[in-house]
């Protein structure tokens, strides 16, 4: 079983550029969320989406946009990279609400230079 | 004041020793889950609690719902038990059913 699947796992980008990470999740998951992880601070929820063609914002949207044409992918959208934009990216899938279980990905390590 | 506080942040242990990481949070919450990730690795459930005590393996986590607190333990520790190990709670009153973690807990254990 595939679960989460993020890519790409590394990246380098500059500042001013564009990137699209991919996330993709093979549960049938309706919720599915981006987090980014700085040094030292817990995970941040940047989007999310509780399923296809909803989204959301979570504490830290700003520089992001995000998509959910079906169900099964969720795309994170960096437009005018920045420094502060340097960062682990996880996608994460859950079933629904209350008790269940929360699925990551691998992560993107992502830095701006 | 974070909703969710981990101590310590960091720990260094001998292997075979007992080890608690302990989590507190400050909302009502629906569920608490403990996360473990390894260096330059993704981020695994160990975890997801509403009430009383889980094990599997070595690991054993609990919750008590009234003092909003839960524990991890691990027993006879062994290296490959080194990573972060994250609390994330699930509040009882918000929407997406997202959670709000803890800051980690690095655990370091020592052959």
């Known amino acids: 079983n595939a679960g989460v699947t993020q890519t790409p796992k590394f990246r380098i980008l500059k500042i001013g550029q564009s990137m699209t990470l991919q996330c993709t999740q093979d549960?049938?998951?309706?919720?599915m969320y981006w987090y980014r992880q700085d040094p030292g601070m817990g995970l941040k929820l940047i989007y999310y989406s509780v399923g296809a063609g909803i989204t959301d914002k979570g504490e830290v949207p700003n520089g992001y946009n995000v998509s959910r044409s079906t169900t099964e992918d969720f795309p994170l959208r960096l437009e005018l990279a920045a420094p502060s934009q340097t960062s682990v990216y996880f996608c994460?899938?859950?079933?629904?609400?209350?008790?269940?279980?929360?699925?990551f990905g691998q992560g993107t390590r992502l830095t701006v230079v | 004041k974070n909703e969710v506080e981990q101590s310590p942040q960091n720990l260094t242990a001998q292997e075979g020793e007992f080890i608690t990481i302990n989590c507190s949070y400050s909302?009502?919450?629906?569920?608490l889950h403990w996360l473990q990730q390894h260096p330059g690795g993704g981020i695994v459930s160990l975890f997801m609690?509403?009430?009383g005590k889980k094990k599997h393996g070595r690991l054993i986590a609990t919750i008590n719902i009234q003092e909003k607190h839960s524990s991890l333990h691990i027993t006879a520790s062994h290296p490959r038990d080194s990573a972060v190990y994250i609390c994330?709670?699930?509040?009882?009153?918000?929407?997406?059913?997202?959670?709000?973690f803890g800051e980690g807990t690095q655990l370091t254990v020592n052959p």
């Open positions: 609690l509403s009430s």
């Open positions: 994330a709670a699930r509040p009882r009153e918000t929407s997406g059913s997202r959670l709000t």
């Open positions: 994460a899938s859950s079933s629904g609400q209350g008790v269940t279980e929360a699925f």
């Open positions: 909302v009502g919450i629906s569920a």
């Open positions: 549960m049938n998951h309706n919720y």
